[in-house]
């Protein structure tokens, strides 16, 4: 992947705040084997699954996009 020297991988791990990881099940640009890292990496890791859905989930199925965001932060607030 050509990223101009960004590598992100190496911060994952700093963060401390809840994370939620959208990932279409049908993605063919980043493998979904590939999701279970952040869950792996981040404390706060709740990784959501978008059925018949490739790399860009706000684009393919904004409605499950949109609903599943929804509830992460609903439920963020409700534990708070």
Do not use: N
């Amino acid at each position: 992947m050509l990223s101009g020297g960004f590598a992100p991988a190496s911060k994952i791990s700093r963060v401390q705040c809840p994370v939620q990881v959208l990932w279409g099940r049908d993605d063919k640009i980043l493998e979904p084997e590939k999701a279970g890292r952040f869950v792996e990496e981040l404390e706060k890791c709740q990784l959501d699954w978008i059925e018949q859905c490739g790399h860009v989930p706000h684009l393919e199925q904004p409605d499950e996009t949109s609903r599943l965001i929804s509830k992460f932060v609903y439920d963020l607030a409700e534990s708070a």
